[in-house]
């Protein structure tokens, strides 16, 4: 898989932060299949709901750049620890919760700020500091596989959980898997792999990210990614509620769930090889564009089991596979020193996206019934982001010779 005197370690390094991330991103992606049931133990309401997930969206993203920033400066270690803790605590404290207010602070702040904490931003920025430069593209692509397989295995088992145990017993299930995720740490962080050395100039963090946001193409490449994280939060919170409007069985939506976190992985393995190969701005686009023009063909097809599962696959194949071509971008444009912070920064653009994705879905569904507004937003703003990603300035890709 990876060519370089290292390979063993580079390999298990990948492997420690994917399995990281199976756990904290099947248990995120999965959150929508406890709003219906939250709703009829509650009586809160789907608004209301909708609400404490869209703050977990931004949430999410919000403490992407900060744990960045803490790992850049302290090491991945500690944030990682007080992640997975804080993610098994908010989920563990969930089912005695009845208020709004309560549901803003254990899903909307504490789950979210544990899964976001131990998400892309600490985990790539930490694998890529530890591993040699040709192998970057090839590891983003492994870890973020290990994201969609979580979202794979997690979505039909808590499912099967809520339907046998409760929404409760699934909720602290959820806790114990990923205090499971504890051991990995050590793996990714262990005190044998010192940081590999790049050759980059450090003026700081704070220099680091105001050199970023001057720069037209890191803009750019927020707006794109705005425009994913409304698309993933959209469908992760309400396409449970768009099965259940078709008239279909709850088991559909977590099935199609899974299909696209299976979808993601080859998606994300082909996104990671692809990067060493074309310029990732072009990946960019190609995988926008693709949304819109799925989107369209949602619309038009008959809604039955199948539709779903096929649009779901189509889906999977880009749902995060966008995160090694934009992480790819973040570390050409200013290098790895900082890239923990910097895609930390594209990450809460990302997550701005998700609160209006979950939000409005939920005001959509209240004020007209259904989420036909939100499927023509999609659209349009799928076209956007494929759009704005052809300006971005990349070098073009040199492809080393084999050695003879």
């Keep these: ?25 099947g248990a995120r992606q999965s959150m929508g299949l406890f709003v219906g049931p939250l709703n009829t133990a509650t009586g809160l309401g789907i608004a209301t709901i909708s609400l404490a997930m869209a ?36 989920s563990a404290i969930t089912p005695f919760i009845d208020s709004a207010f309560g549901l803003v602070l254990t899903i909307g702040l504490m789950t979210a700020m544990g899964s976001g904490a131990a998400s892309f931003s600490v985990l790539i920025g930490a694998a890529a500091q530890r591993i040699p430069l040709e192998a970057r593209g090839t590891a983003s692509g492994v870890i973020n596989a290990g994201g969609s397989f979580g979202q794979f295995l997690f979505a039909p088992i808590l499912q099967k959980l809520i339907q046998t145990v409760g929404w409760m017993g699934a ?51 927020h707006l794109g990614f705005f425009t994913c994280g409304f ?70 097809m008959p809604r039955t089991e199948w539709t779903f599962y096929l649009f779901a696959a189509g889906l999977g194949f880009t749902w995060l596979a966008t995160v090694p071509p934009t992480a790819a971008i973040v570390g050409k444009l200013f290098g790895v020193r900082y890239l923990g912070t910097l895609f930390g920064l594209t990450l809460l653009s990302h997550q701005t996206g998700g609160f209006l994705g979950a939000w409005l879905g939920g005001l959509a569904l209240v004020e007209f019934g259904d989420f036909s507004w939100m499927w023509y937003a999609d659209i349009a703003l799928a076209g956007m982001a494929a759009l704005v990603n052809l300006p971005i ?7 080393r010779l084999a050695p003879a």
């Excluded at 050395?197 to 720069?215: F, Q």
């Excluded at 300035?393 to 492809?399: G, I, M």
Aim: hydrophobic share 55%.
């Design 1 to 25: 898989m990876f060519r370089s005197l290292d390979s063993r370690d580079v390999l298990l390094t990948t492997l420690a932060a994917a399995g990281i991330l199976l756990v904290t991103m």
């Design 55 to 90: 703050v977990a969206q931004f949430v999410w993203g919000a403490v992407q750049p900060v744990a960045g920033a803490v790992a850049d400066r302290y090491g991945a270690r500690p944030v990682l620890v007080g992640a997975l803790l804080l993610l098994a605590l908010g």
């Design 171 to 221: 909720m602290w299930a959820m806790a114990l898997m990923t205090l499971a995720a504890l051991p990995l740490i050590g793996r990714l962080t262990r005190a044998g792999a010192p940081p590999v050395a790049h050759a980059e100039a450090d003026h700081g963090v704070l220099r680091a990210i105001g050199d970023a946001l001057k720069d037209r193409s890191y803009r750019l490449l």
């Design 231 to 300: 698309h993933i939060a959209f469908l992760v919170t309400h396409l449970p509620g768009e099965v259940e409007l078709c008239g279909l069985p709850p088991t559909v939506a977590s099935w199609s769930l899974a299909i696209i976190g299976l979808a993601n992985i080859a998606g994300s393995l082909y996104a990671g090889a692809c990067v060493s190969r074309y310029r990732s701005k072009h990946i960019l686009a190609a995988m926008y564009a693709s949304r819109a023009l799925l989107v369209a063909a949602y619309l038009m």
């Design 393 to 399: 300035r990349e070098a073009k890709v040199t492809r």
